[in-house]
């Protein structure tokens, strides 16, 4: 993310926070963060999981 206002070792932590199912609001107040961001970066996330997700889950409905 080159033109992030946030520092690269907040988004490794906000990394760690959504894998290890923190959810957003919980994540926005120990890292500091406004809430609407790190709602931003979730969904960014799961956006992400998604794309690499269908193609697996396609083949496996038409088993």
Do not use: W
Not at 18 to 43: F, P, Q
């Amino acid at each position: 993310m080159n033109y992030s206002k946030l520092s690269d070792y907040k988004v490794k932590k906000i990394i760690r926070f959504s894998s290890a199912d923190v959810d957003a609001i919980k994540a926005s107040i120990l890292l500091g963060c406004n809430r609407k961001t790190m709602n931003r970066y979730y969904l960014m996330f799961r956006e992400c999981v998604h794309i690499k997700q269908t193609p697996c889950s396609q083949l496996l409905s038409n088993k």
